[in-house]
């Protein structure tokens, strides 16, 4: 649905993998804890059922980045189907994500991101969120009300980082403003591309857990994505 297109801002930023990296880079340092604390929420509507099951089998990287760094906690959200949206419990372990991840079967429906970022929002208002990664391919929504409540999120301190799979022009629009809005990030990755989700999946949860001095260690020895990202922190 594109009759919100009137509405629709500049983006901020290509959507490019690099450009996502860089805006990695100026996020702003993650409050430090005993943990990481991270809301992955992912669209789980019926177009999505593969890039959940892509997900599924890559999550488990980003709690195995993080246990050097004190760890990461991860709370998964997920809307799918006609006015359902779902929030787990914190997990810490891979394999309970996992559980809950392979439990969840897509149905058809309309977006839901307004109601995912006024949930964040409020997670944030009760204790610490270092970061929200949202993934989806369409946005269905009226831009207008997902920035005021990307606002409510960026006065909490939690920055989005906006995943869109596809080239959706209309979601491209709003997904950059949003993480612009939170001083998060915004990146497009390919449908299908199992590697780039990983390495971008990897790259916030470090984030989240250790901040920018974290990616830059684990640039040494990793691959050209995270390789960039140290060169650029270093650089700025």
């Known amino acids: ?14 959507g490019e993998v690099a ?6 880079a100026r996020a702003p340092v993650p409050v430090k804890g005993s943990c990481g604390r991270l809301i992955f929420a992912i669209d789980a509507t019926a177009s999505r059922e593969p890039t959940w099951d892509r997900a599924s089998h890559l999550q488990a990287e980003m709690f195995h980045v993080t246990e050097a760094l004190g760890g990461l906690e991860v709370q998964l959200v997920y809307y799918r189907g006609y006015g359902e949206l779902r929030a787990s419990p914190w997990v810490s372990e891979a394999a309970s994500l996992a559980r809950q991840m392979t439990a969840v079967s897509c149905r058809g429906g309309l977006t839901q991101i307004e109601r995912v970022l006024r949930h964040c929002a409020q997670e944030a208002a009760t204790g610490k969120v270092s970061a929200v990664v949202f993934v ?6 009226s831009p207008a009300k997902l920035y005021q409540v990307a ?11 906006m995943f869109l799979e596809g080239h959706d022009r209309h979601a491209e629009a709003c997904f950059a403003e949003i993480a612009a809005i939170t001083h998060g990030a915004f990146c497009r990755f390919d449908s ?10 990897t790259a916030v949860a470090v984030y989240a857990s250790g901040g920018r001095e974290a990616l830059r260690q684990l ?12 060169h650029q922190v270093d650089g700025g």
């Open 219 to 230: 640039a040494h020895g990793q691959g050209a994505l995270l390789r960039q990202l140290a």
């Open 136 to 141: 989806g391919d369409c946005v269905e929504e």
């Open 151 to 161: 606002g409510e999120l960026s006065l909490r301190g939690a920055p989005a980082f």
């Open 19 to 24: 450009a996502f990296l860089e805006r990695v």
């Open 1 to 14: 649905m594109n009759e919100h297109k009137q509405d629709l801002p500049t983006p901020a930023r290509s």
């Open 192 to 201: 299908g591309s199992a590697e780039q989700l990983r390495q971008l999946l």
